[in-house]
């Protein structure tokens, strides 16, 4: 059985932070491009009665740099969706949107950031005793 195709839909608060992704049927949207984001805020609006502020976000990233989640903030100066900062010192890339460590993570093995240090400290996960 094949997946229906859905459009979704972001909830925004007064900060433009998400409060929920909601998704909308093919039938209601029938193209999930931003085109005809405006049928899905008025099927919200009008069918669902849901209020609120919405954005349509793109669950392939294809719009809107990327997809919404919980907490995330829409900027309407870039038209994206960014999530929280991860990190005081990381810095938003402006093409991706998306938060990058002042220092690259290194590409083997399992890295976890250390802010009070600035470095990537190599996560070690204990074996189980024998």
């Known amino acids: 059985m094949g997946g ?13 932070i998400v409060l929920r992704v909601i ?14 984001e405006q049928l899905g805020i008025d099927f919200i609006k009008n069918v669902l009665r849901l209020g609120g502020t919405w954005k349509q976000t793109s669950y ?5 740099k990327n997809y919404a989640g919980i907490g995330h903030q829409f900027d ?5 969706f960014i999530a929280p900062k ?4 990381w810095i938003l ?7 990058e460590p002042p220092i690259p993570k290194p590409a083997e093995g399992e890295w976890i950031w ?17």
Do not use: G, H, K
């Not at 890339?93 to 938060?99: D, G, I, M, V």
């Not at 009070?116 to 070690?124: F, I, K, N, S």
């Open 23 to 36: 998704s909308v049927s093919n039938d209601v949207v029938p193209d999930p491009a931003p085109d005809n």
């Open 93 to 99: 890339n402006e093409t991706t949107c998306r938060w």
């Open 114 to 130: 250390n802010e009070a240090e600035q470095r990537w400290d190599e996560l070690v996960i204990p074996s189980e005793p024998e």
């Open 4 to 16: 229906q195709v859905m459009a979704y839909f972001a909830e925004l608060d007064e900060n433009n």
């Open 76 to 80: 309407d100066e870039r038209d994206a």
């Open 86 to 89: 991860p990190s005081a010192t």
């Open 60 to 64: 392939s990233s294809s719009f809107r």
